[in-house]
């Protein structure tokens, strides 16, 4: 994922871990005690004692869609889920799975005819490699001006 396909997610996640923290605690490994935080510091994570942070309620304007990709799709309650229980790696694989599908339909939308059929070779993270590795002035080495630029714009997250 790029920059602009990482901020929301990021925010979300890295919050809802933060969230899970002050209500249920942290510890730094199976072995030892559950540590809390003071009660003022936790009262900063909760809407209902801190509802003047636009930051909480932009996180939880962003929350339920960001559950709903995140979570499995047979949880009945995601934001729950996505809250108290769920595993933030796994929901960072699924979001940043969805963050490419809609990037790449979003490419398929504006992408010419003549692209769409090279679209799937352009957003391989291996096809940087003609880019780097292989001379321009070898006529068979170069792509087309315009694959070409798509291809370097995309390597540069432009």
């Known amino acids: 994922m790029d920059a602009h396909t990482r901020?929301?997610?990021?925010l979300v996640l890295t919050m809802s871990?933060?969230?899970?923290?002050?209500e249920k605690g942290f510890s730094f490994s199976k072995l030892e005690p559950t540590y809390h935080l003071p009660t003022t510091l936790c009262n900063l994570f909760r809407m209902h004692t801190n509802a003047t942070s636009g930051f909480l309620r932009t996180f939880y304007c962003l929350l339920p869609e960001m559950a709903l990709v995140g979570t499995h799709a047979k949880c009945t309650d995601p934001?729950?889920?996505f809250l108290e229980h769920g595993s933030f790696k796994s929901a960072h694989d699924r979001i940043k799975k969805e963050a490419s599908k809609r990037?790449?339909?979003?490419?398929?939308?504006i992408a010419s005819p003549?692209?769409?059929?090279l679209l799937n070779e352009l957003l391989i993270a291996s096809s940087s490699y003609p880019i780097i590795g292989m001379s321009r002035t070898i006529l068979s080495h170069r792509r087309p001006?315009?694959?070409f630029l798509i291809n370097?714009?995309?390597?540069?997250h432009l």
């Open 103 to 109: 990037h790449r339909d979003s490419l398929e939308t």
């Open 145 to 147: 001006n315009d694959l």
């Open 79 to 81: 934001v729950a889920f």
């Open 7 to 10: 901020a929301v997610p990021d």
């Open 152 to 156: 370097l714009k995309m390597k540069l």
């Open 17 to 22: 871990q933060a969230i899970r923290y002050a």
């Open 114 to 117: 003549e692209l769409k059929a």
